[in-house]
């Protein structure tokens, strides 16, 4: 797991960015931008550092760069928080237990 891709996904822009491609598909730079309050070239950075770390990748049509989710990065993400969920969902199941027996008790 790289610190790329933390460092990606760290930011709300970056997150929404991978959002819009996610559910829209494939997008020109300029109608990625349109969707933020800030600049396109900032946009472009956010999508330079997404491009880095393996999120999106960029394919030129003419002058117009367009976006696409790259998805692998994601489910090695998700592999590797796995365990992790595995942990807190016993933990959560066993509190659970806990509260339930307190309530019995409670009767």
């Known amino acids: 797991m790289s610190d790329a891709l933390f460092t990606a996904l760290a930011s709300p822009a970056r997150r929404r960015l991978l959002e819009l491609l996610l559910h829209e598909g494939d997008q020109p730079a300029g109608r990625l931008a349109e ?25 030129r049509h003419g002058r117009e760069r367009r976006y696409r989710l790259e998805p692998e990065p994601l489910m090695a993400l998700r592999d590797w928080l796995s365990p992790y969920e595995r942990f807190w969902r016993e933990k959560l199941a066993n509190l659970g237990t806990v509260l339930d027996e307190l309530d019995d008790f409670d009767d």
């Open 35 to 59: 969707r933020f309050d800030m600049t396109r070239p900032s946009v472009s950075e956010h999508l330079k550092v997404l491009k880095d770390a393996g999120l999106v990748a960029e394919s």
